[in-house]
């Protein structure tokens, strides 16, 4: 999959990105036309959705709408998944569900659980999600299919409003040798994830050897700035002005680097 | 260092974040004062700072202020330093260089060097940046002390302004397990790098568990959305309208995890 090279550069004029939080959005739930719920809330707080919006939009309402949950009680835990929730004190249906979204454990330990997901996301708990869904012994699993939910909710949009944009669906994620979470994309749509900056110059006319960036997780941590404010009321950001190169094929997966050709670890 | 829990929330009204390029500025050399030529690029531009400003400044011009660059020509390379440059036809000098800004190394492999830098960060090349330097042999090192040069900044913008501000330092990093860079915070001053969210509610009354997100981070790759677009020309950027919580005393190394305490590796 090959992404374009950026054609976005700006000389001249100032440049202002907007970060707008689309709220008031209805309680999501199974069956629910998200896209329209969007545009819907868009529209009432006159931030209509425009040409070239990029929407971030945080998975656990795709989940829902999309019936991804499961219910614990409904989950047999295996022999394993029980002997490592019994060391640890965690709930073993809890454990067999991380499992079952999982094609690798990267790391169990100290009670905690980082898998490779069936996705090929490496991310805590297999980014089974216990927070902003109904029901006590309710989990959200991950889309499942992230690229494909965006696809969907990218294409429901330019047929409701004739607008071409992109959409992202993120996810809050812990990472390896920095504290606290930030925000990552896990699907996209309409949008190359990387930017390729690699042969472009430098302020002083030398070429850049080494640039390539996650535009879609930078895109995703920017948005958290406003989903992130009022206890999850906000599912969806709008990034109004920055110029994004436009793929149809992409995907979120070509931000994951294999284990095995990580230098970090 | 205790940060207080966020008192951000928002209710009723639609927030819109800006995130505002801060461009024209002067080629910054030794000695410049950073703060006073940020200040006048703004005020150029029609975007003078505000109360409450969070100015993210990319590491390299507070490093060409602050005369922390090494020609590589003055360094002489030990026989370690030496051999490993041969073996992966690097520059001897450049390897050397990483090494002295570094206290230990993480990983040394396929011609990439890791490091644990003397300020506790962990990433490549010890944060040493051959881009966006004058003259072909020079480099750029990390700030001495990136916090501090935060707050120099800081003191200065309120002395010529009268307003207060965050400032946060940036680099661009690449990441264990994820493709494509991002930047993050390096030095902050005025603002908590983490916004704590445990205990707050989510959307169904539950108590959210694990919740702290490294707002610093966000906000510096929500940052490289303008500084990124234009040749390293936009060395600046201004989010505006963005409610952080406030800390005198945060240093940016809140954010890194050491080795031995990361789950992930």
Redesign the interface.
Known sequence: MMCPKTD????GK????????V?DLP?VKEGDNLAELICNAAEQ???AIQESDILVVTHVVVSRAEENIVNLDMVVPSDFAKSFAQRFNKDPALIETVLRESRSV??M??G?L?TETKHGI?C?NAGVD???????RNVALLPENPDRSAQRIRREIRRLTGKDVAVIISD?HG??????????AIGVAGIC???D?RG?????G?V????????A???C??A???I??????IPVAI?RG??YPRSEEAKAT????P?EK????
Chains 1, 2 share one sequence.
């Open positions: 976005s550069h700006h000389s100032n440049h202002t990105i907007q970060i707008i939080d709220k309680v707080q006159r931030t990267v790391r330990g100290d905690k980082i490496i805590a216990q927070s902003n869904v109904p029901g006590e809050t990472r390896p040798l920095r504290k606290g979470e930030i925000n990552i994830p990387i930017r900056r472009e110059k430098d302020l002083f030398q850049l050897r080494v640039k390539q960036t996650a535009i997780d930078e895109l941590s920017a958290e700035l406003v992130g404010q009022a206890n999850e009321r990034i920055y110029s070509e931000l994951t680097r284990k990580d230098l970090f670890i």
